[in-house]
Structures are given as structure tokens and as C-alpha cells.
T-cell receptor, first 117, second 114 residues
Framework: GAVVSQHPSWVICKSGTSVKIECRSLDFQATTMFWYRQFPKQSLMLMATSNEGSKATYEQGVEKDKFLINHASLTLSTLTVTSAHPEDSSFYIC?????????????FGAGTRLSVL | AQSVTQLGSHVSVSEGALVLLRCNYSSSVPPYLFWYVQYPNQGLQLLLKYTTGATLVKGINGFEAEFKKSETSFHLTKPSAHMSDAAEYFCAVSGPGTGNQFYFGTGTSLTVIP
């Protein structure tokens, strides 16, 4: 149980285009999902907390107009990187917490590697 | 404030030897503690977690960790390393005092030498 699916696993795009990444909880409902960014050989940096039916909460320094988050249902959150540039190239990982169980336990997707040319 | 320190960004062990990955945390309240493993180009897989109860926690793949409050530590161990254990390992802390946010350590890269 508690499987989180992330799609796509790898995307290459041209500079200036937008890219959407999906995060789905397959066998549970997630009222809260999290989006992280990971640079090579570094740890995960929390970008934002996505709450179903409300606006996402962004961490300091993360541009909310650049990284659009939508959490339209209890099983799906999307991250859209708008007008992507090479510096946005990174590994993006989402996670979801189980409602009811300690909210502090998160289950992670497999990640999306974004390469902006 | 919460923080996690993983001593040793790189650890190398021989196949069959003991694996010890260190994690210390700072937390103003009793924390929830986690170890995750990450293989190249993959997401994080939960190895084990401590929330309450028994301080010695057993996880998958033969790993275990012990919560030592007096030492503010949650070190990860495995009696005998296997080649397939080579990966990046992250310690994380969460809990009532963190606003449900996870704080990750900087990671430890484990190399297993044949």
C-alpha cells in the first residue's frame, strides 16, 4: 500500500516552454502532497506543500509564479514549471502523506528528471 | 528549529562487513525519525521509521536503527553489507514540532567493495 506515482520520469524540453509533472497517490487519499527539488549529489529541498482544494504553501525563495502547483483532487497534484530555463534542470520529487496515520509519514514518488535545453 | 546531521558524506565498506551510517538530530520536541534509500535516478524508498514505542526499529533489507534520545541519534546499521546496498541514504526528522515538515540530512553515499 501507500504507492505514489510520478509522471513523467524524465522530460527534456526547450528553453521557454512549460512542463507539467503529475503526482498521484494510487491506493490512498492524500490531503497533503509535497514537492521537492534535488540537485546532483545534494539533499532534497522542500519547494512547496500542496493542499487539496486550496493554494499551495511555498517555501521561502521559491517563485510561485514559476512553479505552479495544483491539487485538484485527493489523489492528484501537479507541478508546472513555467517558461523553463536551463537553471530549472533538476530532479523533482513529490511525496504524499496518509490522512489519519501520522501526517508526518510521507511516501515518495520515483522522481522526474527535467532537462531544459 | 529542526536539523539533521549525517556524519560522513561517503562511506565505503567491504561486502559482508558491518554498515554503520550516522545520523544526529536536533529537535525541541520528541521527533519522528526516518531513513530513506535512494538508488540512482529514482525516488526515495522508506527503509524504516521511528515514531513511538520500541527504540530499536527494524526495517527492510536487513537494516535497523536505534533511537537514542540521550545522544539525539538515530544511526542506521546492517550486520552484513551486500552489493545491492550501494546507494544514497537520507536521514530525516519530522514530528509535532515541525509543522509536519520533513527535514532531511545531506545524505550519505554508501559504496560496497567486492
Amino acid at each position: 500500500g501507500a504507492v505514489v506515482s510520478q509522471h513523467p520520469s524524465w522530460v527534456i524540453c526547450k528553453s521557454g516552454t512549460s512542463v507539467k509533472i503529475e503526482c498521484r497517490s494510487l491506493d490512498f487519499q492524500a490531503t497533503t502532497m509535497f514537492w521537492y527539488r534535488q540537485f546532483p549529489k545534494q539533499s532534497l529541498m522542500l519547494m512547496a506543500t500542496s493542499n487539496e482544494g486550496s493554494k499551495a504553501t511555498y517555501e521561502q525563495g521559491v517563485e510561485k509564479d514559476k512553479f505552479l502547483i495544483n491539487h485538484a483532487s485527493l489523489t492528484l497534484s501537479t507541478l508546472t514549471v513555467t517558461s523553463a530555463h536551463p537553471e530549472d534542470s533538476s530532479f523533482y520529487i513529490c511525496s504524499a502523506g496518509l490522512a489519519g496515520e501520522a501526517k508526518n509519514i510521507q511516501y515518495f514518488g520515483a522522481g522526474t528528471r527535467l532537462s531544459v535545453l | 528549529a529542526q536539523s539533521v546531521t549525517q556524519l560522513g558524506s561517503h562511506v565505503s565498506v567491504s561486502e559482508g562487513a558491518l554498515v554503520l551510517l550516522r545520523c544526529n538530530y536536533s529537535s525541541s520536541v520528541p521527533p519522528y525519525l526516518f531513513w530513506y534509500v535512494q538508488y540512482p535516478n529514482q525516488g526515495l524508498q522508506l527503509l524504516l521509521k521511528y515514531t513511538t514505542g520500541a527504540t530499536l526499529v527494524k526495517g527492510i533489507n536487513g537494516f535497523e536503527a536505534e533511537f537514542k534520545k540521550s545522544e539525539t541519534s538515530f544511526h542506521l546499521t546492517k550486520p552484513s553489507a551486500h552489493m545491492s546496498d550501494a546507494a544514497e541514504y537520507f536521514c530525516a526528522v519530522s514530528g509535532p514540532g515541525t509543522g509536519n515538515q520533513f527535514y532531511f540530512g545531506t545524505g550519505t553515499s554508501l559504496t560496497v567493495i567486492p
